[in-house]
């Protein structure tokens, strides 16, 4: 069976998603506290979360490293409002260790309408929605970042020919949609 985990990358709470042996095994988040302002407390708190991130995923992985990580894309044009520059670093970093040469994990980049479509079938749905849609499949989903890393999970689920939810029509299409790490995942 596959492995796959889901990330809604945040600075203040990461939604982390595990689907192993044909179903969602875990949904959960890691935060940080806010309120850095200087240069060493940004710092900090983005080493900080990375670090809690890698860990979660290190300490439910039981030793086997997912098969397939799939990351919400981050926001690249528009108002660039609150800490862009920091989610910035925040993203890169954890990506950057999710393709390390000690994880080798195959990484895909699917933007939000993308995945709001996937989920709902409206690429416009907002948060209330997303979680009402994920707590229909999984009811032990908490918060809207749970809910976003639980419909990437599943999304890359499916991608590796999994049925991890029904696949109606708009989400076999929106499979074709996102920076997909490999041709022929689908063959893991």
Not at 31 to 40: E, F, V
Not at 114 to 139: F, I, Q, S, V
Not at 153 to 169: D, F, N, R, S, W
């Amino acid at each position: 069976m596959s492995t796959v985990i889901g990330l809604d990358i945040s600075l203040t709470r990461t939604g982390i998603a595990l689907w192993r042996d044909g179903q969602m095994r875990t949904v959960s988040t890691v935060s940080q506290p806010i309120g850095a302002q200087s240069w060493d407390e940004r710092n900090t708190r983005i080493v900080g979360q990375a670090g809690s991130i890698i860990r979660w995923l290190s300490e439910n992985a039981c030793g086997q490293l997912p098969d397939l990580a799939v990351i919400e894309a981050p926001i690249l044009h528009g108002p660039q409002t609150g800490s862009f520059f920091d989610r910035s670093g925040l993203w890169h970093g954890v990506y950057s260790k999710l393709r390390s040469s000690g994880w080798r994990i195959p990484v895909a980049v699917v933007n939000v309408a993308t995945l709001k479509a996937w989920a709902t079938g409206k690429g416009n749905a907002d948060k209330a929605m997303m979680l009402h849609a994920a707590r229909r499949e999984w009811p032990g989903v908490l918060n809207d970042d749970e809910a976003d890393a639980g419909w990437l999970a599943a999304m890359g689920a499916a991608k590796l020919g999994h049925e991890p939810v029904e696949m109606t029509a708009w989400r076999v299409s929106g499979l074709t949609k996102g920076d997909w790490p490999l041709d022929g995942l689908e063959t893991l």
